[in-house]
Each structure stands twice: as C-alpha cells, then as structure tokens.
C-alpha cells in the first residue's frame, strides 16, 4: 500500500513523531475556519443588513442558538478528525507499519496528488452524503448537519459524532491507497475549509459561467448546497455537480434559483422559486429542523 513501510515503531516514537503533525493539521483547521469564517459571517451580516442582494442567497435571519450550537459541534469535529487519524496509524502500527507520507517523491508525482486528493473526496463526499441520507441511517448520521435549513459559515463542521468520524475517515482511506505527502493533505485541508465554509455561508460569489454554463458549469457552489439544506433533496455533491449529474439527483429548481440569485432582480427571497417537484421533504426520522430565513 502506497504510504505504508514496514519497520519497527514503538507507541512512544508514534506518538512523539506523529503528535507534531497532527498538531499541525489541527492548527491549520483551527486557524483557517475560525479566521475565513468569522470573516465569512461577519460579511454576511453586512450584505443583509444592508439590504445588498446582489449575491446573497437568504434574506436575513437571527439564530444565535444553532450558531452556539453549531460553533461546539464543529470543534469537536476538528478534534475528531485528529483522532481517527492518529487511531488509524495506531492500528497500521500494530500491523508493523508506518505511514511514511513524502518520501522520495519526484514532483511531478507530487504535483498530480493535488487533483487527485479533490477528485477522490469529491467521489467519497457524494457517496457516503447521499448513503447517510438513507432513511435508515439519516437521523443517527446526518441531522445533525441539517437541523441548520438556513446555514451559516459555523455549519461546514457542524456533524454529529458518527458523521464527523465518516468525514475523517477519507484522509485515512487516502492515504492508504493514494499517493500523497504531508503538503497534499495541508493543501487539500485548506481548500476543503475555504470551500467548505463558503457553501455555508449563503453568500455565492462564485463565476457563474464554473457553476451554470452548459457546457463549462461544473463547479457545486453555494446556491448548490444552500438548496441542500433547504429542502434535503438532491445536489448532494461537494465541490461538483459531476456525479448528481451522472446518477440524475441534481435539484429540479437549482439552475434557476441560481439565475435568479445572481440577477438584479434578487430581493433575497429566491426560494419562492421552488417547484412543488423540488420543495421542502424532511427525510424520514426527521422532525422540523431550525426555522429557515427567507
Ligand atoms: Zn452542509
Ligand atoms: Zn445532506
């Protein structure tokens, strides 16, 4: 398996080799998402209170508890993905290997880890999200996540304990089959952060031509997952609308709420847009989530 080497380790030298790293990565999750999204948040609130629609997906709407709510939910997020990391090279471990991330790599192997690590989390975020939204694992999985119908940045981490660990697990799956050094997971964790905070932050200031073009429109932005959280149907990838095109889960209404979001037009209030086809279904085991704005 690409990463891993056979050599002897104690759990002592584990720990004090892999401590440093793990720390690392914390501190870039720690830093990024309270910086980007505070910054995020504090943009959002401008937009509304200004009345500046332009590129704002809600009207405006007061929730300081499911931003508490969500604020503790995602640190322990971040804490739970650290462990499930450092679990996963105790296990390695106690087969006899190592997880050797960045040797003898030339760069040009390096430089193709970058797409790779995106495509492959694209893949595994649109399979185990659309798993999770199974009536039979929804409630202990993933409602969690969806009691916020109008997300804020502080909802991207927002996970139940057996989400978080299924959002950890893809560095751990990664790393044992994909080439990778530590610079592709820094990377891919920061552009997973910004991406991340800002399909939450009802805010899309994405190109439109990435997102919509019918031939260039690729991209899943904001106004893509927004409609996630505001009705539970469809649009269940991350950073492309590549497999809900390919497995026809695409939302019905997303291609024109997303025109009317990015119109002159937009007054905040483009879920009135929403056919009967593509409104509001709770999945089962669901009771009402958080009272959604606009
Ligand atoms: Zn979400
Ligand atoms: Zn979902």
Redesign the pocket.
């Known amino acids: 398996m690409g990463n891993f080497q056979q050599q002897s380790q104690t759990l002592a030298e584990l720990f004090s080799h892999n401590l440093v790293h793990l720390r690392d990565m914390g501190l870039v999750e720690f830093l990024t998402y309270l910086f980007v999204g505070a910054f995020a948040f504090i943009l959002a609130l401008y937009l509304r209170k200004a009345n500046r629609f332009r590129f704002v997906i809600r009207a405006p709407s007061s929730r300081p508890v499911q931003v508490t709510r969500e604020v503790f939910n995602s640190a322990l997020s971040v804490v739970l993905y650290n462990t499930v990391q450092l679990a996963a090279r105790m296990i390695a471990l106690a087969f006899g290997y190592i997880v050797t991330l960045g040797v003898h790599m030339p760069l040009w192997e390096e430089l193709l880890t970058f797409p790779l690590v995106m495509v492959a989390h694209d893949a595994y975020f649109y399979w185990t999200h659309r798993l999770m939204h199974a009536a039979a694992l929804f409630r202990f999985f993933h409602w969690e996540?969806h009691k916020s119908q109008a997300?804020t940045v502080f909802?991207a981490y927002s996970f139940a304990i057996p989400e978080a660990i299924m959002q950890g697990l893809f560095g751990v799956f990664y790393v044992a089959i994909f080439p990778a050094t530590f610079t592709t997971l820094i990377v891919f964790q920061f552009v997973e952060i910004l991406h991340n905070l800002a399909i939450?932050s009802g805010l899309d200031f994405f190109p439109r031509t990435l997102v919509a073009h019918p031939r260039f429109g690729w991209l899943a932005g904001p106004t893509y997952?927004d409609i996630h959280?505001r009705t539970a149907r469809g649009n269940f990838g991350l950073y492309t609308r590549f497999w809900d095109r390919l497995m026809k889960t695409e939302h019905p209404d997303f291609l024109k709420i997303h025109a009317y979001i990015h119109s002159p037009q937009n007054d905040g209030r483009a879920y009135r847009l929403l056919s009967r086809r593509g409104s509001s279904t709770p999945p089962s085991g669901a009771s009402a989530p958080e009272v959604a704005g606009g």
Do not use: G, S, V
Request: proline share 17%; hydrophobic share 0%; glycine share 0%.
């Open positions: 996540h997300p909802t939450h997952h959280h």
